[in-house]
């Protein structure tokens, strides 16, 4: 029999765009799933709009009225989730009709895959799109390259759902790299799969002001809060790849720094980036302190 593959779809007040996100769950190829939408305390109308959606479809909607947000969400779903695989989605992302019928095909032929990820389509700014480099991919045995690049994104994730009680779930005192911390902890457990094909809308919008890539203070304490927590993992690492997590972080801290417009912290973190991989281009983003970006 086909496993039965459990979509969780979390939202916070997108309710135009949490129907796009439902509408490309709704419309896989693969045919036997459950669609569960969590709600982490919508005041837009999305609950209203959801109940009434839910009364006529097959979709379970839950309202978390306490909040908690996106992590407790999560694990919301997971718990509530009947499905062998938990695929997740956040309400601003879609998924490719043919999203969970190839992670489905790719997770059930390889036992040793708990995890499984896939390629993403960049929309910028609900306009611009460009698809991921397919060499940025990573796959198997990531147990310490973990911490040299981020492997996937919530979207792109189909884990199996006794593996994720098994490592506990998302972490709730995290609201930034909450997908990140959790798959260190997965990598230690399994090796990633992944479906080298864009089946994932992954949008970017430096505008949303709901969107926590975009802040800056909250992600700093993350990091730190997720360095103590798998620092005796770190202590492990060849130096290469402590040199390595040390660029992710200075990298990403100089991104979310130009989303925010803090031009003096990206400073800081363009010359870290600049002192750990002294390229041309490093250096010459520091000099003009301007992120050159790949969009």
């Given at each position: 029999m086909m496993p039965l593959v459990s979509a969780v779809i979390t939202t916070h007040n997108r309710k135009d765009l949490l129907f796009r996100a439902v509408a490309s769950a709704e419309s896989q190829t693969y045919p036997n799933m459950e669609i569960i939408v969590v709600d982490d305390k919508s005041t837009d109308g999305t609950k209203e709009l959801m109940e009434q959606y839910a009364a006529s479809s097959s979709v379970r909607y839950i309202y978390n009225a306490d909040g908690g947000g996106g992590n407790k969400a999560r694990n919301t779903g997971i718990l509530a989730a009947h499905g062998e695989y938990v695929a997740f989605l956040d309400d601003d992302d879609e998924w490719m009709p043919e999203k969970t019928a190839k992670q489905i095909e790719l997770v059930e032929k390889k036992p040793d895959i708990g995890v499984v990820s896939c390629a993403k389509i960049f929309e910028y700014d609900?306009?611009?799109?460009?698809?991921?480099?397919?060499?940025?991919?990573?796959?198997?045995?990531?147990?310490?390259?973990?911490?040299?690049?981020?492997?996937?994104?919530?979207?792109?994730?189909?884990?199996?759902?006794?593996?994720?009680?098994?490592?506990?779930?998302?972490?709730?005192?995290l609201r930034y790299w909450q997908e990140y911390e959790l798959t260190i902890r997965l990598c230690?457990?399994?090796?990633?799969?992944?479906v080298k094909e864009h089946l994932i809308l992954f949008r970017l919008n430096s505008m949303d002001k709901h969107r926590l890539t975009n802040k800056l203070d909250g992600w700093e304490e993350a990091v730190a809060y997720i360095d103590r927590k798998h620092g005796?993992?770190?202590?492990?690492?060849?130096?290469?790849?402590?040199?390595?997590?040390?660029?992710?972080?200075?990298?990403?801290?100089?991104?979310?720094?130009?989303?925010?417009?803090?031009?003096?912290?990206?400073?800081?973190?363009?010359?870290?980036?600049?002192?750990?991989?002294?390229?041309?281009k490093n250096?010459?983003?520091?000099?003009?302190?301007?992120?050159?970006?790949?969009?």
């Open positions: 609900l306009t611009r799109r460009k698809n991921q480099n397919l060499d940025e991919l990573m796959e198997g045995d990531l147990h310490q390259r973990v911490f040299e690049r981020i492997p996937l994104t919530t979207s792109c994730m189909m884990v199996r759902r006794d593996l994720l009680m098994d490592v506990g779930m998302f972490d709730e005192n230690q457990r399994t090796e990633i799969g992944c005796a993992l770190l202590e492990t690492l060849p130096a290469e790849l402590r040199h390595a997590h040390e660029i992710l972080i200075a990298r990403d801290g100089s991104i979310r720094c130009e989303n925010c417009g803090d031009k003096k912290r990206m400073r800081q973190y363009l010359k870290r980036l600049a002192e750990l991989d002294p390229t041309w250096k010459l983003k520091y000099i003009l302190n301007r992120r050159m970006l790949r969009r």
